[in-house]
């Protein structure tokens, strides 16, 4: 039979009523429902801590079984390789760590962490980062209102395809759609601090003879002599935006030109805005 909770103030009066022996052992235990066994233990805690109970754990459930050094482990593997299996890490503690556990345990412990999975941002590995800083060091230099940004970005029916869709849970949320892609539109702009000054849309892909077309009349009669007001083009290293013809209308309007390192989109302001162009399409 399972033993009977005695309230914490049933406790107490009991220790106050002995202490000032106000009655005897005998007619306190009968009179407020206490075995003798129960007084003996209350009276131990109560001398030992000045209190009629033990004090309450704040943890709840079972032990954990990673350790802070295992998860210390785990989390030094996900920041350094970000797409590892939960089956893999799990193989990992147990080869390096000598720790089974099963792979829920990792995700928790994960969770637990603020790590969630998420889709990879991929980063090409032939990214040079001192070209990237030394990139960043010299445009720095340049006030905002000197610099322009160019590129360009295409469209065709699939760039309308959107990713993501609703369904119930445990089914897949499926539409039809045409797999031709139709009609490629490319499109090439310039971006200052004053927002989009100028853009060309060309069918197919952009040729250089169609990049020079709009850097010679839409772009150079925008630009002023270095120093001044967009007076440094920033491209890319595309192709298209390589050639002596480039340079020589850089040196007749007196404009410089910055190219960005290689595999290095993220230092171009402009490709913000083709994501949200091309957000708004969808």
Sequence with gaps: MPGRVVQYQVKLAVMNLFERDILPLKDILEICGFSESTFWRTRKLWRETGWVEKPKSHIRGRRRILHRDDLDYIMNLVKLRPDWFLDELLTLLKHNRFISVHFTTIFRELERMGMSRKKLKKIAAERNENVRNDYLRRISEYPAE??????????????????????????????????????????????????????TVVEGSMKRADYLEFIEYEVMPLTTPFPGPLSVLVMDNARIHHGEEILELAERFGVRIEFLPLYSP?????????????????
Excluded: C, W
């Design 146 to 199: 000197y610099l322009g940004f160019l590129d360009e970005t295409s469209k065709n029916d699939r760039t309308l395809s959107r990713g993501y869709g609703r369904a119930k849970k445990g089914h897949r949320a499926r539409k039809k759609e045409k797999f031709v892609r139709g009609t490629r539109l490319t499109a090439t702009g310039l971006l200052t601090v004053d927002g989009m000054m100028a853009n």
């Design 266 to 282: 993220d230092f171009n302001p402009i490709e913000e805005v083709f994501s949200k162009i091309k957000a708004f399409i969808r």
